[in-house]
């Protein structure tokens, strides 16, 4: 099995920074893609991850590149997401994500950590 665990996240000011940590643990060979996934307040969480990297790639969706940057601790299993330049809208339950080699989608779920943009 593999396991995932958010941390970090909290409040910040319009224009600040955030990290979030997603430490994978278990049998983490099993995972081809990871991914950050975000539920803004009162909506549905958001079908298509705003990071997702895979084979050493990252993407970044439209709405967060050029502000958020990702970097992977491979001794560690722990990625690492920087949020700069943050923005009211990107507050949100951020969820981390894992597909499974052989798998078809995202299967694997972290339990979700807040971040909060106050303008």
């Known amino acids: 099995q593999v396991q995932l665990m958010e941390s970090g996240g909290g409040s910040a000011q319009a224009g600040g920074s955030l990290r979030l940590q997603c430490a994978a643990s278990?049998?983490?060979?099993?995972?081809?893609?990871m991914g950050w996934f975000r539920q803004p307040p009162g909506k549905e969480r958001e079908s298509a991850p705003v990071?997702?990297?895979?084979?050493?790639?990252?993407y970044y969706a439209d709405s967060v590149k050029g502000r958020f940057s990702l970097s992977w601790d491979n001794a560690r299993n722990t990625a690492y997401l920087y949020m700069n330049s943050l923005r009211p809208e990107d507050t949100a339950v951020y969820y981390c994500a894992a597909k499974k080699r052989g798998g078809t989608g995202y299967e694997l779920w972290g339990q979700g950590t807040q971040v909060t943009v106050s303008s």
């Open positions: 990071v997702s990297w895979s084979d050493m790639r990252t």
């Open positions: 278990g049998r983490t060979y099993r995972i081809s893609t």
